[in-house]
């Protein structure tokens, strides 16, 4: 299960530089503002849901490089979501950063106010990509990140962002196992898209910057996905967030609004691949939950198709996933 996250968004507060790929506005649909506003609007938001008896959620800072803020907002910000956290409305806090922008003395004073997780957005390991990007960082620095994090005692979570400009066969494998390797927490996997008004726009304009197609991207995110599953890492989310006014935002990339189903269908096919293959028998029927009908059979049920070329009928079912054996 995914947690309830409500999100803060912080759209390039921090940020040392803006990268070639990012338009934080488009995609989180929060406009630049003060720090002030954003931090009034939180307590009164805070506010309106415990009086209400909202149902307990955590919170987290997105959009910027919280560990950047100018104090006093970091220390502002978790003190008001550890006032809501000892009310029993808030029951974690996590912020987004860089790899480069953590210190072990800063976590440890933010994990002091009351932060529990990081998430770093390391986009790739891969040094190439990192320097097409602008990132500003190198793989190896992105990796300290992620053991820094670890050393403060605090969750971590790792961004991945698959078909970044100098991008080459194998990089996002590569990038996966070295996550599997970290074993964070969780993971997000946002590919890469070209949004007008971000330098990639003119990259791709120009000719030289091509996205993933839609049907790369299923593929290569279904086999990260399984590797991921099988690590116990939590994913949390696949694809942009599907945040108003986005999609004219998009000029090219593998964008679709049921990419996490497509991945996630992909990646339990080949899972329940492999388990078929270990019976010993050829397996003639799949029942499963309802409620997980799309996932299993696939957006639009594009993989029913393929179960019945391998002689296997799908059924709903209340009880969990099993197969029936010739």
Not at 24 to 52: K, N
Not at 59 to 64: A, H, R, V
Request: proline residues 8%; positive net charge; aromatic residues 8%.
């Amino acid at each position: 299960m995914r947690p309830r996250i409500h999100p803060v968004f912080l759209p390039f507060a921090g940020c040392p530089h803006r990268c070639l790929f990012c338009d934080q506005p488009s995609q989180t649909g929060v406009g630049v503002r003060p720090l002030a506003v954003i931090h009034d609007e939180l307590a009164a938001m805070l506010s309106r849901l415990f009086l209400t008896h909202a149902p307990p959620r955590e919170i987290g800072f997105y959009g910027g490089t919280f560990t950047s803020l100018p104090a006093p907002w970091p220390k502002r910000f978790l003190e008001l979501a550890t006032q809501y956290k000892d009310k029993g409305l808030i029951t974690k806090v996590r912020c987004s950063t860089r790899p480069d922008a953590v210190t072990s003395r800063g976590l440890e004073q933010l994990k002091g106010l009351g932060l529990d997780m990081v998430e770093l957005g390391i986009q790739s390991f891969n040094d190439e990509a990192l320097a097409q990007s602008g990132r500003g960082y190198t793989g190896r620095t992105a990796h300290w990140g992620c053991t820094i994090v670890r050393q403060a005692g605090l969750k971590l979570a790792i961004q991945l962002l698959p078909g970044l400009p100098g991008d080459a066969p194998g990089t996002f494998a590569r990038d996966i196992e070295i996550t599997t390797k970290i074993k964070p927490d969780a993971a997000r996997l946002y590919p890469c898209m070209v949004l007008d008004g971000t330098p990639l726009a003119e990259t791709w304009k120009s000719g030289d910057y091509t996205p993933w197609s839609l049907e790369r991207t299923r593929q290569e995110l279904a086999v990260g996905l399984g590797a991921l599953w099988r690590a116990g890492i939590q994913v949390i989310r696949i694809g942009l967030a599907p945040e108003p006014g986005l999609d004219k935002r998009i000029l090219a990339g593998p964008h679709h609004p049921s990419l996490g189903q497509m991945v996630r269908s992909l990646a339990l096919f080949d899972h329940i691949l492999l388990m078929a293959a270990g019976l010993g028998r050829t397996p003639v029927e799949l029942r499963y939950p309802e409620r997980y009908s799309g996932e299993i059979s696939g957006h639009n049920a594009e993989l029913e198709p393929a179960f019945a070329r391998l002689g296997i009928e799908l059924r709903t079912s209340w009880k969990y996933g099993q197969f029936l054996l010739r």
